[in-house]
């Protein structure tokens, strides 16, 4: 259960890929499947400060990468795309309601290790010149290292997911249709677990916004298709701050020890 993004970025920055995290190989496949080799990943970084004032959506290893920033003690919201050189972000802010036209009232630049996900940024703008050290929003023990393989036709019908540590597969997720461009890899519960989102086609069109949702169980290390989830129609957009997940604006649900509670 995890999931808040604007649905632009999904549909968009989702299909930018992410060669760090994981990429589509070739596999012996043992059906008729075909090896999907273009299939882009997403994954959103959900990152805090160490001191707690500052959370950052970080969208990085991608082509265009991108951030939102929540200030939350001056209730703040500013929002960056920029340019990265391996582990180097350079990241500008820009209007909103103008993304064509770029902003340089603040600058975020800094290191970020695709392992650990620690961010060393420097925020400067406004009168604001501090460094700012940011961590995993939501810690977890023993997080696995993955890759992922892709099979289908003219969708997206199987996804192997690969142990980086050892090249094995892990699991097999199958027994869906989705969209064949893209996946997201997203923290969709805030268990600082990441989870796979596919954008369901089984019966869908993508307009639809219907998703299919495999949650990774660490207690298991297998990811789990989520039916609950899968009921809700509208794209999931995360507000780490508050642990919901938002539908279109409209629809808000709580989540709390893996579990969902519509709010509104």
């Known amino acids: 259960m995890r999931h808040s993004v604007k649905a632009h970025v999904l549909l968009g920055a989702l299909a930018l890929s992410i060669s760090t995290i994981s990429s589509a190989q070739n596999t012996t496949s043992n059906d008729t499947l075909q090896p999907l080799k273009n299939v882009k990943v997403s994954m959103q970084r959900m990152l805090k400060s160490s001191d707690g004032r500052y959370f950052l959506d970080l969208y990085a290893g991608i082509p265009a990468p991108n951030a939102h ?9 500013i929002d960056f795309k920029g340019l990265q050189k391996w582990q180097q972000l350079t990241l500008r802010s820009y209007a909103v309601n103008d993304k064509a036209v770029a902003s340089t009232e603040y600058a975020l630049d800094g290191n970020l290790n695709i392992i650990s996900s620690q ?10 010149n501090k460094k700012i050290q940011f961590g995993p929003a939501f810690k977890a023990v023993d997080k696995p290292a993955l890759q992922f393989n892709f099979f289908g036709d003219k ?18 997720l199958k027994g869906f249709s989705a969209f064949p461009n893209t996946i997201g890899y997203l ?3 805030f268990d600082g677990y990441y989870d796979v989102v596919l954008s369901n086609l089984d019966g869908h069109k993508v307009e639809d916004q219907r998703f299919i949702y495999w949650v990774y169980n660490p207690s298991t290390r297998q990811f789990q298709r989520s039916p609950q989830m899968e009921k809700i129609v509208g794209f999931p957009k995360l507000d780490a701050q508050k642990k919901q997940i938002h539908y279109d604006d409209k629809v808000v649900y709580q989540v709390k020890d893996g579990l969902l509670t519509l709010v509104n």
């Open 155 to 172: 969708t997206l019908k199987r996804v192997d997911v690969i142990n980086k540590a050892n090249g094995k597969v892990m699991q097999i």
């Open 187 to 189: 923290d969709i519960n």
């Open 119 to 128: 961010f060393s940024a420097q925020l400067n703008g406004k009168g604001t």
């Open 69 to 77: 920033l929540t200030d939350t003690q001056q209730k703040q919201k």
